[in-house]
């Protein structure tokens, strides 16, 4: 299952992109990733069990209040 933050209204699911390795952190059993597209970012962060995960996203400040932020499960 993919899960993507959207900046707007659904869209291509790649619009929010990292812009490199300092843009990420990873750790056993954690990841996580600020995701950029112009001004805006979301932090992304994973985490899994044998038997479950976990998604946590953050809308950062400077979040384009105009536009609501969408959760896409494809």
Do not use: M, N
Not at 14 to 25: R, V
Not at 30 to 58: F, I, N, P, S
């Amino acid at each position: 299952i993919l899960v993507s933050p959207q900046a707007q209204a659904p869209r291509h699911l790649d619009s929010l992109a990292a812009t490199g390795k300092a843009d990420d952190h990873a750790a056993p059993g954690y990841y996580a990733v600020t995701l950029k597209q112009g001004a805006d970012q979301v932090k992304c962060e994973l985490t899994g069990a044998e038997r479950a995960g976990v998604h946590r996203y953050t809308f950062l400040p400077g979040w384009k209040r105009t536009a609501a932020p969408h959760i896409v499960v494809d």
